[in-house]
């Protein structure tokens, strides 16, 4: 399996970048956690660097830095979740503008669009993005973002990064926006491949220690860079330093953590595929998944994130999920535990029931984030939840 091959000193980036000891009085080699909500002034209107805590802090700054240098971007900008960062983005419409979206989008991000953003007069359009010509289709004269998820979830589906970017390029309006929360910045970085805006929910693998909520938007941009500074001030969506300090910390380890992930996952999908009760395996990074060489030529690997559709229906469903001991049923993903649920009912209840089984979110479908236990240990647990529940 060849993937792209990845950045030699990703490592090093994520260790030393913004992490310079010089810049503190201290010679602190771990960047201090700054809780100041204010600054002393010289004089009035006379300041250092900050003034108040919503408009910059030196822990944030630290992290945001390191982001940056982690996604190949000039700036990175945090936020208070994942959904903070994709209302300041939608913020940088107006009324009457339009988006073009990936159908297959994380529930929290089609419900922002069908119900929040359409209330301000933006209208979304949801199309299959794994076809760029339904991109293209899609584009209207007061279009402004193009939003994809690639890989997708829960079905991980894979967009053509490359190809979507070449159809917004044209249009010198329009900016693209592209969720790689399932794959870090470790293994996949979107800004590389055309992309205007690389988005996470940090909470996911960036962080990978279930204990973060936060977002993220990194670009090269300038402009979008200052509007989304102005709009991440202005609006207000701000994590606190103690979170920024706890992501920093976690990003250390990304590079490991990742590896980690991919190793498990493979060994446990390679597993699913072999059961007699699993229908389908959705792996992106297994020869079976119908996108396969085009992850091969855009990712430089694949996370802990797999789903598969179960014999049955509802009621085996629930009965694998309840039955399981080390995996544990519970919303959210990339943290260093294996997570296991039912989008059907869970993560993507919010989207109409008859969306939801088209885009293929139906009551079978079991989503997995392959955490970082002993393999072995994972494989027993799904087997004995499986004989529990398909008999």
Not at 93 to 117: E, Q
Not at 149 to 172: F, Y
Request: a negative charge; proline letters at 5%.
């Amino acid at each position: 399996m060849a993937y792209r091959e990845n950045d030699k000193h990703f490592a090093t980036k994520a260790l030393h970048a913004g992490q310079e000891p010089e810049q503190w009085n201290s010679m602190a080699v771990v960047p201090p956690i700054s809780l100041s909500t204010t600054f002393k002034q010289d004089a009035p209107a006379d300041f250092k660097k900050y003034e108040y805590g919503r408009s910059g802090n030196p822990t944030r700054d630290v992290l945001e830095q390191c982001l940056a240098s982690l996604d190949g971007a000039k700036h990175a900008m945090t936020f208070s979740s994942g959904l903070a960062a994709t209302t300041t983005l939608t913020h940088l419409l107006s009324a009457g503008d339009h988006i073009v979206s990936m159908d297959d989008v994380y529930g929290g991000t089609n419900r922002y669009f069908r119900k929040v953003a359409s209330r301000m007069n933006i209208e979304t359009s949801f199309v299959d993005a794994t076809d760029p010509a339904k991109i293209a289709e899609a584009i209207r004269p007061n279009t402004k973002m193009v939003w994809i998820e690639t890989p997708t979830n829960p079905t991980l589906k894979v967009v053509d990064i490359r190809a979507v970017a070449e159809i917004t390029k044209k249009h010198k309006d329009i900016f693209l926006v592209v969720d790689n929360t399932f794959e870090s910045a470790y293994f996949q970085r979107p800004l590389e491949l055309g992309a205007d805006v690389s988005y996470y929910s940090l909470t996911k693998y960036m962080n990978g220690h279930t204990d973060v909520i936060m977002g993220a938007a990194c670009t090269n941009d300038d402009d979008l860079h200052e509007r989304l500074r102005f709009l991440q001030n202005a609006i207000g969506p701000v994590p606190s330093p103690f979170d920024c300090y706890l992501v920093n910390r976690s990003l250390k380890t990304l590079r490991v953590r990742m590896e980690e992930h991919q190793k498990n996952s493979l060994i446990v999908g390679r597993w699913l595929e072999s059961h007699p009760s699993i229908l389908s395996v959705r792996h992106p990074g297994l020869p079976s998944h119908p996108q396969h060489e085009l992850v091969k030529s855009q990712c430089y690997g694949h996370s802990g994130m797999i789903s598969f559709y179960l014999k049955g229906g509802l009621q085996e469903s629930k009965t694998l999920l309840s039955a399981l001991k080390v995996i544990t049923l519970a919303e959210s993903l990339g943290g260093y535990e294996s997570l296991a649920e039912l989008p059907y009912l869970m993560t993507h209840a919010s989207i109409e029931e008859k969306e939801r089984v088209a885009l293929g979110v139906t009551d079978n479908l079991i989503r997995i984030s392959v955490g970082l236990e002993n393999v072995e240990d994972i494989i027993a647990d799904l087997d004995q939840a499986l004989k529990a529940a398909v008999q």
